[in-house]
């Protein structure tokens, strides 16, 4: 329950209230002056106040101004014994959302205190919700070539428009590049800003459950469908859906999926009528779908159908010099989440940000950078700070005396070393040619390339 900070000279009112309001279940803090209230305001920081107007050492509308300063957005009751119009306007001019006079109602007080309350979570949830979608338009942080380019294909695909639905986007990335991101500013840079956003972790849901999620169902149609139910096609209908880790997807819905992307007509399970839906969808993976393919896990006419504009998100070691950058905002941005003042990277920390190779990209950096400034102990974060996984480097001699470097996880499992000694292998008995090498081992030249890069395969050349 919110916790209520209650400022009045009246000890006996200021007992009753909160008495009453601690058997409703709410944490009270109550003060005698103002200066007392200013001061357990700024150190419990809680979640309503309720003062009188006239107080011994400053008056209310003053006092009101002062918690102002501090939030501008707590909840603040007036209580005073001598109302007026005059009086009303200048509470609500400081700032002051309601104001009562004595004799005061109890439960009217908690009611009003209960839907202050309320609306100011519903306004902060509404304000995190627009700052995510401020972040998509403006966070694609990056100076790098690669970054750049980025930015200039997705405003390119952003500006296109049309009478229906729009061609759909695959993004292709490793695990923890920001391709939520990347999908939520094509939505809101785009022409459909003003519409909804829907997202799906196709991963996170099971077959038997994804289809209903996606189409909807009709009262009846299985076991536990008591009632109708809208499916995120029809909630995303003239916005975007953005389907993340659609390698996951299973093949019979992938083929109803199509048949969506195509016409943009659909049913809803148990149903006879077909709907017409005009969405954008963006699709996500970090897996390779040729491959996926071969192995007749996902269906050729939906990757090709998906793939009408593709957008590769590069690693963040492909990214010269954003490393350090992205860290230092994630560290502004943490220090002053966590109130740990002004903090920075000393050289070896910064140089350590540098050179890693970051496996798990962004997401991984940042990770890393909140826990250093929960340990750090110091306002300059040190390399100890980071803990940083160690980086083991061997390398393996090829025939003609050249070498290839592995960077090893120390973790790698069995069959991660027999894949990588394969292809170790396989390049060195085709020269290092990617091409002839990947004809040995049955696959495409990106496909090899792919397992080259999961492995960290590069010649001594690339160091």
């Known amino acids: 329950m919110p916790a209520i900070l209650i400022i009045d000279d009246e000890e006996t009112f200021v007992k009753n209230v909160a008495r009453f309001l601690a058997r409703s279940g709410h944490e009270v803090l109550t003060a005698l002056t103002a200066s007392a209230g200013l001061e357990l305001f700024g150190s419990a920081a809680p979640d309503a106040v309720i003062l009188d107007y006239r107080l011994p050492d400053m008056d209310g509308v003053s006092l009101i101004q002062r918690l102002r300063t501090q939030d501008p957005a707590v909840p603040i009751v007036m209580i005073t014994g001598h109302g007026s119009i005059e009086l009303a306007v200048d509470a609500m001019k400081a700032g002051a959302n309601d104001l009562l006079t ?123 469908a008591k009632e109708r139910r809208i499916g995120l096609l029809e909630a995303a209908d003239g916005g975007t859906l953005f389907l993340d880790e659609v390698a996951e997807m299973d093949l019979a819905l992938q083929a109803k999926l199509l048949k969506v992307i195509e016409d943009g007509r ?108 929960l340990l750090a102990v110091d306002s300059e974060i040190a390399l100890q700070d980071l803990c940083l996984p160690v980086r083991r480097v061997k390398s393996e001699a090829a025939a003609d005396g050249t070498a290839v470097f592995v960077a090893e996880k120390p973790d790698g499992s069995t069959l991660d070393r027999m894949e990588r000694d394969l292809l170790i292998q396989a390049l060195t008995d085709a020269g290092h040619n990617v091409s002839r090498a990947a004809r040995k081992l049955g696959i495409s030249r990106d496909t090899l390339r792919y397992r080259m890069e999961k492995h960290r395969l590069r010649h001594r050349s690339a160091e």
């Open 102 to 224: 004595k004799p005061v109602a109890l439960s009217d007080l908690r009611q009003r205190l209960e839907n202050l309350t309320r609306q100011q979570l519903d306004s902060s949830r509404l304000r995190y919700f627009e700052a995510r979608e401020q972040d998509a338009r403006q966070q694609i942080l990056g100076d790098s070539p690669a970054m750049v380019a980025l930015r200039t294909r997705i405003a390119r695909i952003a500006d296109v428009q049309g009478a229906h639905s729009l061609p759909p986007v695959l993004i292709i990335g490793e695990t923890g590049t920001g391709k939520e991101l990347v999908a939520r500013a094509f939505h809101y840079e785009g022409p459909r800003c003003s519409r909804p956003f829907i997202e799906l972790n196709c991963a996170a849901i099971p077959a038997t459950l994804l289809e209903s999620e996606l189409f909807g169902h009709e009262r009846g149609a299985f076991t536990d």
């Open 266 to 373: 659909f049913r809803r399970i148990g149903s006879v009528h077909e709907r017409q839906t005009d969405l954008r969808i963006v699709a996500a993976t970090h897996q390779d779908l040729e491959e996926r393919i071969r192995q007749g896990a996902f269906r050729a006419d939906l990757y090709f159908r998906l793939r009408v504009l593709q957008v590769n998100v590069p690693p963040l070691r492909e990214r010269e010099g954003d490393a350090l950058l992205l860290a230092g905002r994630f560290l502004d941005e943490f220090a002053r989440r966590y109130r740990r003042g002004t903090l920075s990277f000393n050289p070896q920390a910064a140089r350590a940000i540098a050179e890693h190779h970051w496996p798990g990209n962004v997401r991984e950096l940042r990770n890393v950078v909140e826990q250093a400034v």
